[in-house]
Structures are given as C-alpha cells and as structure tokens.
T-cell receptor, first 111, second 114 residues
C-alpha cells in the first residue's frame, strides 16, 4: 500500500518563474493538505483540498494556488517565485478525522 | 488562534538515557494533539496522537506522551533512547472538528551521544 507520494523530489527555479508540485494521496484518503517548511522551522499550513474544492487556507498570498483532481491527487502552483519561497513543500493526506500522513516533500530552491 | 510552543530547540542525550520533549499548546477547547518525527531529508512520520480518553498515549518506537489539560501540555517521553532516535521532533495541534489544518511547533532537534 503506497503512502503519500510527491514529485519531483528536488527542483531549482529562478526568481519570477512558476512551479507546479504534485501529490498523490495515500490509498483511501480523500483530503489533501499542503505545508511549507522553511529551513529550521516547523511546517506552515498553506491550504487544504476536499472534494476538489479549497476548504481551508493559511496565511499565504494568492501566488500560491492549488487544485485537486477527481482521483484525489493534487497540485500546488506557485507563481512569480521569490527567494523566500525556497523551502521543503510537504503534502499530507487524510480521511475524515484520521491523522494526516505526510509525503517526503519536494525541496524547492530559488536562485 | 491555536499555537504550539516547543521550548527546547536542541536536546542532547546519551544512548540508553531517558528522554522528555516538552510541548505546550494554546487552544480554546480540548484539541487533537500529535507528535511527528522527521529524519533529515524526509517527511514527517506520525509517532502518536491524542484525541480523547486515557491521557497517557502509546506510540510507535517505544514513545509515549501524556496530555495534561491543567498545564496545556503534551510532553513526549521515552525511557531509553537509541542512536536511531536522532531526528527532529514536532508537536502539532488540530481542532477537534473535522480534519482541519495542523499547527506545528518549531521543533526540537534530538542528538544522541554514544
């Protein structure tokens, strides 16, 4: 039973570019949450998707957007990249009130 | 707004010694509480959770945590640490309604010395 899978593992972009990160949830999970983890910090909540709708959003600008597909997989898009967007981006999936299960993340570096 | 405080940024213990990592939370009602562990370059693995009932919860890898409502704390303990326990530990809180966002502390880095 595959857990949460994220792609790509690492990504290098330059300022101003756009990026798309992908997440496949654990089998049986229908809710996907995205977190940003800066170096030396705890993860910060970006947003959560359920039934293909954004259900909850953290304190992130509109440059951060997402999507959930009918098979529950999800994408995180970031436009107009800034140096401060360099971080580990974590995807977590869950079902109902179950604990969130995390993937290994995508390491995004902005030059 | 909910928040989590992990007062210890870095803890060093000897292999075989006992361990306690501190976590204090702020939330208006009884929250759901979690401990996650993160090894370098990897995602977060759930160690244990508290939803309700017995305030002493057991987790994987020999870890346990105790919920103390009067102190707004959820400290993580292990009686005897192993070198493989070296990692970053995060305490997190979530509302008890639905599957809402997790709010994490800043983490405690655990170093094990032989």
């Amino acid at each position: 039973d595959a857990g949460v899978t994220q792609s790509p593992t690492h990504l290098i972009k330059t300022r101003g570019q756009q990026v798309t990160l992908r997440c496949s949830p654990k089998s049986g999970h229908d809710t996907v949450s995205w977190y940003q983890q800066a170096l030396g910090q705890g993860p910060q909540f970006i947003f959560q998707y359920y039934e293909e709708e954004e259900r909850q959003r953290g304190n992130f600008p509109d440059r951060f957007s997402g999507h959930q597909f009918p098979n529950y997989s999800s994408e995180l898009n970031v436009n107009a990249l800034l140096l401060g967007d360099s971080a580990l981006y974590l995807c977590a999936s869950s079902y109902d009130v179950s604990p969130q299960h995390f993937g290994d993340g995508t390491r995004l570096s902005i030059l | 707004a909910q928040s989590v405080t992990q007062p210890d940024i870095h803890i060093t213990v000897s292999e075989g010694a006992s361990l306690e990592l501190r976590c204090n939370y702020s939330y208006g009602a009884t929250p759901y509480l979690f401990w996650y562990v993160q090894s370098p370059g990897q995602g977060l693995q759930l160690l244990l959770k508290y939803f309700s009932g017995d305030t002493l919860v057991q987790g994987i890898k020999g870890f346990e945590a105790e919920f103390k409502r009067s102190q707004s704390s959820f400290n993580l303990r292990k009686p005897s640490v192993h070198w493989s326990d070296a990692a970053e530990y995060f305490c997190a809180v979530r509302s008890n309604f639905g599957n809402e966002k997790l709010t994490f502390g800043t983490g405690t880095r655990l170093t094990i010395i032989p």
